[in-house]
């Protein structure tokens, strides 16, 4: 990891240590292209180390590098099964699926037949009809 901050700064000539709030953004960014974001922070972290060890001070503590990671909103409505996707049919029950984990951005919709099984309690078309009632 520290090999990866001086060559980043010596391919752009910039001196490692110690490092200016810009250097630091353009080498989150420089990192941003190639790592996911969850690796980011161990190589910023790596600078750090660097800082203390010269007996500098932390460097990431007076910048904010926007190093939160977002987390999907799961709260979302349009991403829930809603009482109007699921479609009542005579012999058999259609839920209408407008979010799962391969269709993320609402891209297609999802028709799933769930077929009638009469006199069982697990008959998907009896069912819903008892939870809602």
């Known amino acids: 990891m520290a090999k990866t901050y001086f060559r980043f700064c010596l391919y752009f000539a910039l001196i490692p240590v110690p490092a200016s709030g810009t250097t630091l953004l353009r080498y989150r960014a420089f990192l941003a292209r190639s790592l996911s974001p ?57 839920l209408i699926v407008r979010h799962t984990k391969t269709i993320q951005f609402g891209q297609r919709v999802l028709r799933v037949p769930l077929s009638a099984l009469p006199g069982s309690p697990l008959c998907p078309g009896s069912a819903p009809t008892w939870i809602i009632t």
């Open 38 to 94: 969850s690796s980011i922070p161990g190589y910023l972290n790596m600078v750090r180390l660097l800082h203390l060890e010269a007996g500098l001070d932390d460097p990431l503590t007076d910048w904010t590098l926007g190093l939160e990671i977002e987390k999907p909103d799961y709260t979302n409505n349009v991403k829930q099964l809603c009482i109007s996707d699921v479609v009542w049919y005579d012999n058999y029950v259609e």
